[in-house]
């Protein structure tokens, strides 16, 4: 059933990374207990800027959501537990500060009643978007697209194969892993409800060909499922970014999805392992996601494994649970190695695309030199897997030329730091790519405002000088009637006629 992937595509670039996995895999997922507070970004996975649906002081209950529903807002955020809102207030998060609804959490975990949803209203595909959106579910390998639009988008297209991304190639994290280890036969549900839900004809799950364990389990899944005809396996070489959505489309099919384009509309769509269980999970009983599996590891941490979390959390209790830090903790990230976040306090929460916590050492951060001037070597274009050439990226990126930037394929760049790992001259270029997506993107934003602003502006503008040429024609045909006896006459006569119509509407006026 599983194949190694021989003859298929080829990783461009990339890197072989230490794995460091095998301190967290190794322990079974063990849940972490109920925090005294959860904590739950606005605007982070809830995404655009979306309006609390809860007040100060208001008690909430298990699954109720927190944000209200509305156009353009993707997915919903639910409280994991019951409890009172005690603040909605800037708060800590990954990568900065964000307004958060803080619940404290009265212990009684009272949930909302809830049902399995209506599968026959999925097979719409408004209702499929917006049902899914409701629940909560996006994706949880870390990017966090709504999965909702993902499949409904899917849908329409026309799908060849649906790959589950289990290939977590990002150093230290393992939570795919043993997921697969121990729930298979829920990724392997979620999977065939995707397919259903797609119209799409086979899925291939998409593993590392160093965890053997999640293999076993997963093809014996596959085996008890209801439709082991339509799944495969295909394990893929332990190279890092071979886990990106784009990475893992080439190295299994050959294909490579157009840079301006998306997996659909090469015929493939990709999900994570986690997002299928998810799915599975809602599917079942209707529950939205207030839950994830973190890996929670590194050598600053007493026992590093992977916890079974409520949303929100905040990192200090995963830390807590797991034994809490050793003394030589120097730096806390939250997400991957690679591709993660240091965080300047335990205090952030775990949202929907946390799924790694690295307590990290200085010996595992190793030391990075001060940066200098780029000497050429070429080494980072070597290794991009994006194809892309990250020293000239990096000289527009200086000079802020965002029109070279969009010509060197700026927003094809992954940012999965393969470009700073082998930079001799130690140039942090993927937080400069990072940087110069967020400031091309606003300047777009800006333009695309000002091109709004302008544009009503222009309609006001037409609109006064077409009421004033209606006017002055209006003026002109008065004036031109007070010159002409009979039309004059006619007019009065005409005014008078209409007044006592108004007036008295029984009148004769033969
Ligand atoms: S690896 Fe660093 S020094 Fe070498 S070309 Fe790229 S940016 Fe310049
Ligand atoms: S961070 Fe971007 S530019 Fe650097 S190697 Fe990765 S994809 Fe290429």
């Known amino acids: 059933m599983s194949v190694a992937l021989e003859g298929h595509g080829r990783l461009a670039g990339g890197l072989l990374l230490p794995g460091r996995k095998a301190q967290s895999a190794a322990l079974p997922i063990a849940e972490a207990p109920l925090p ?25 209950l298990g699954d109720q959501p927190l944000v209200r529903a509305r156009e353009g807002q993707p997915v919903l955020v639910h409280a994991a537990s019951s409890g009172r809102v005690v603040a909605i207030e800037p708060r800590p998060v990954a990568g900065g500060e964000a307004p958060c609804i803080v619940i404290a959490v009265d212990g009684r975990d009272e949930r909302l009643p809830c049902a399995p949803p209506d599968v026959a209203l999925l097979r719409d595909s408004p209702a499929l978007n917006a049902m899914l959106a409701a629940a909560g579910l996006a994706g949880l390998g870390g990017a966090g697209f ?16 649906l790959l589950i991304n289990a290939a977590e190639c990002e150093p230290y994290l393992s939570c795919d892993d043993r997921l697969l280890r121990e729930r298979a036969p829920e990724v392997v549900a979620g999977t065939l409800a995707m397919l259903a839900l797609t119209g799409c004809p086979a899925a291939v799950f998409v593993l590392e060909e160093d965890t053997p364990e999640a293999l076993a389990a997963l093809e014996t899944a596959i085996r008890q499922s209801s ?28 294909e490579q999805v157009p840079a301006e384009g998306y997996p659909p509309d090469i015929g493939y769509l990709c999900h994570n392992a986690g997002t299928a ?15 994830r599996i973190v890996t929670v590891t590194g050598g600053g941490v007493a026992q590093p494994r992977n916890l079974d979390v409520r949303l929100g959390t905040p990192i200090a209790e995963l830390i807590r649970t797991c034994g809490g830090y050793r003394p030589e903790v120097a730096r806390l990230i939250v997400g991957g190695a690679m591709t993660g976040r240091a965080v300047a306090c335990d205090e952030v929460p775990v949202t929907r695309s946390t799924h790694g916590v690295i307590a990290a050492t200085a010996a595992e951060l190793g030391q990075r030199g001060e940066a200098v001037a780029c000497i050429r070597c070429g080494e980072c274009a070597e290794h991009c897997p994006a194809g892309l050439s990250p020293q000239l990226l990096h000289r527009a990126t200086q000079r802020q030329d965002d029109v070279a930037l969009d010509g060197l394929g700026l927003f094809a760049c992954i940012e999965c730091g393969c470009c700073d790992l082998v930079c001799p001259s130690h140039i942090p270029l993927t937080e400069q790519f990072r940087v110069a997506k967020r400031r091309v993107w606003l300047r777009a934003v800006d333009r695309e405002r000002a091109r709004l602003a302008e544009a009503r502006h222009l309609a006001r503008e037409r609109r006064l000088t077409r009421r004033l040429a209606e006017r002055e024609a ?18 009065i006569a005409d005014i008078l ?14």
């Open 227 to 254: 439709d082991p005809g339509v799944l495969s396996i295909v394990t893929v070489p332990t190279i890092y970014p071979s886990g990106g959505e784009r990475q893992l489309i080439t190295l299994v099919t050959g």
């Open 497 to 510: 006629r209409r007044a006592r119509r108004e007036t008295d509407p029984g009148r004769d006026e033969s």
């Open 474 to 491: 209006a003026l002109e045909r008065r004036r031109r009637a007070a010159r002409d006896p009979a039309a004059s006459s006619a007019a």
């Open 36 to 60: 005294v507070e959860l904590i739950y970004p606005l605007g982070a996975d809830a995404g655009g800027d979306p309006e609390p649906a809860v007040r100060m002081g208001e008690t909430v």
């Open 146 to 161: 709504a999965t909702g639009a993902k499949l409904a988008a899917a849908r329409q297209q026309g799908l060849r194969a």
């Open 277 to 291: 269980a998810a799915l599975f999970a809602y599917l079942d009983t209707g529950r939205p996601l207030t839950r």
